[in-house]
Structure formats: C-alpha cells, structure tokens
C-alpha cells in the first residue's frame, strides 16, 4: 500500500465573500502566499486577529479561496488561549462552533459560530477512495510509519474531486506524536 503524506496543517481562517470585503474594504486582491497542499486552495499574506470569550486574541492567516460561510480551525491549546473548551469537529461543521469575533484592517465580524477544532481526517479524490475501498465520512485508523508504531484511530475520510491524498493533523496532534519532520502513514 502507497505511503499516505502526514500534512501539520496550521490554524487558519476561511472567509466569506461578504466578510472579507468588511474586513479588508471592497474590491481588496488577496495576495496568495504559497500554494496549499491541498489543490485549488491557497495560503494568502493576509491575517485577521481572532477575539473569543477572553481579552486576547490571535493572529491567523487566511485559506482561500472563500468558503459560503466564515470559519477558524484551531488547536484544542488555542482554543483554551481564548477561553473555549470544544469538542472536535470535522472541519466545516460548524454545529458545535463557538462564536468568534474577527477583526481586519477595514473593520470587524462576528460569527455566532464560527470557531471550531478540527479532527484528525485523510482527504483523498475520488479515485483515491476508490482505489482504496474508502467512502466519504468512513472512520479509518493509519499507522504512523517511523522509529515506533503509533496508531491513530477514527480518523474522519473526507473525499473531494480537488483533495490530494493527505492525513491532515493540527499542531498539538503533532507535538503530542512528536512529528519533527516529514511523515507518512499507511491504512491499517
């Protein structure tokens, strides 16, 4: 079986449409930092500043291109930072978000929910799944490849016709499996 690419996804934030004209002015050009290792989707220069339930906040860049509604994806330590405690969610699901407040450089939005930790997930095309016996929304356990065996049940399957063949973690996950350069991981 191929060697799957770990991805240590970072904490972002997608946009609206609506919500990026409020944040940085109407007609405002993103400029694209890199390209994500997912297709289609890029990481932009551009960040926002996230205000949750305590006075701080943090600095997070922005993913395109625009999602139908406005999210952030954080770490479960970055959420404590802010004063949350969440469950994780599969990215997008925004059912058990907490409420967020964004602020730009051209103004501010708040989403009543809107801020979530994602879980764990392999995102694959369609080929991919096919080629693998998998179906979007199946629960899969993968087997870290390195000096020890580390196993990480119920990994969430995501398909999608632009997704690369990916298990996407979030910084702790990284930390806590003690990731320190790249990875791959195999279905078990």
Request: net charge negative.
């Amino acid at each position: 079986m191929r060697p799957i690419p770990v991805d240590i996804v970072p904490s972002h934030v997608y946009l609206s449409s609506a919500d990026q004209a409020t944040l940085f002015g109407v007609g405002y050009a993103m400029t694209i930092a890199t390209e994500h290792s997912q297709g289609g989707q890029v990481v932009y220069e551009e960040s926002v500043d996230v205000f949750a339930k305590l006075k701080r906040s943090l600095s997070l860049r922005i993913l395109g291109p625009n999602w139908e509604r406005s999210h952030v994806e954080v770490t479960p330590t970055e959420a404590v930072y802010l004063g949350l405690n969440l469950p994780e969610v599969k990215t997008g699901t925004l059912m058990d978000a907490a409420s967020c407040r964004l602020v730009g450089p051209h103004g501010e939005v708040t989403l009543p929910v809107g801020l979530i930790i994602p879980r764990p997930h392999l995102t694959c095309s369609a080929t991919d799944a096919a080629e693998l016996h998998l179906q979007n929304g199946d629960a899969v356990s993968v087997e870290l490849v390195g000096d020890y065996r580390r196993v990480l049940n119920d990994i969430l399957v995501r398909v999608h016709p632009t997704f690369r063949l990916r298990l996407e973690l979030h910084q702790d996950y990284a930390r806590s499996l003690w990731i320190t350069r790249p990875t791959h991981a195999s279905l078990r």
